[in-house]
């Protein structure tokens, strides 16, 4: 168990539609990070949040979006869902900014997206 | 042309093999060397981590960095059915002011009894 959790475990909507997935880091973390792994792309980093502020962006496309919250839980909002949407999304988590570089992220279950 | 290729595989080797997995990279500002674990319907699970180039040691996971030649790989001696699980490649460095980090597509492996 690496510490971070992330709910639902499963979601099914149609298309169209608008979902949040939620993430609680470990116990000390202060960035989260936002991934998306599917067959075809693999894992795709999609955005970071450090201490409650925006500190990277990835493959993130702009009906995605993020927060973190000041108890550094995260949601990741997805709205005018496709069906190319539908992945398995990670939740990671690390002590710091990762400015150093190479910082370990410990990564959730994950919240597997299906759209209709 | 992807920063990352990893052979998505599948390799399937005998239990007791030695199992060699790989990845090359185009970016030379990589200097954090990573790899993950992932079992079915898990999320990623760190397994080695070194920096920059040579060798790192542990139990029977050994993983290996060549920067000059821009590749990596990790070595699984005395490979066990628990090995069985899809190793995804990793790598980082300083972009912008923040860590980015970039995955290989991950190769399935599977250890037979």
């Known amino acids: 168990d690496s510490g971070v959790t992330q709910t639902p475990k499963h979601l099914i909507t149609a298309t169209g539609q608008r979902v949040t997935l939620r993430c609680s880091p470990r116990?000390?973390?202060?960035?989260v990070y936002w991934y998306q792994q599917s067959l075809d792309q693999g894992l795709q980093f999609l955005i970071q949040?450090?201490?409650?502020?925006?500190?990277a962006k990835g493959n993130i496309l702009e009906r995605f979006s993020a927060q973190q919250f000041p108890d550094l839980h995260s949601e990741l909002n997805l709205s005018s869902l496709e069906l190319g949407d539908s992945a398995l999304y990670f939740c990671a988590s690390s002590v710091g900014h990762g400015l150093a570089g190479g910082e370990t992220q410990y990564f959730g279950p994950g919240t597997r997206l299906l759209v209709l | 042309q992807k920063e990352v290729e990893q052979d998505p595989g599948p390799l399937s080797v005998p239990e007791g093999a030695i199992v060699s997995l790989n990845c090359t990279y185009s970016n030379s500002a990589f200097q954090y060397f990573m790899w993950y674990r992932q079992y079915s319907r898990k999320g990623p699970e760190l397994l080695m981590y070194t920096y920059s180039s040579g060798n790192k040691e542990d139990g029977r996971f050994t993983a290996q960095v060549d920067k000059s030649s821009k590749y990596i790989s990790l070595f699984i001696r005395d490979s066990q059915p628990s090995d069985s699980a899809t190793y995804l490649c990793?790598?980082?460095?300083?972009?912008?002011?923040?860590?980015?980090?970039?995955f290989g597509q991950g190769t399935r492996l599977t250890i037979n009894p």
């Open positions: 949040y450090y201490n409650g502020e925006e500190r």
């Open positions: 116990s000390g973390d202060l960035s």
């Open positions: 990793a790598m980082s460095a300083s972009f912008q002011g923040a860590q980015k980090l970039v």
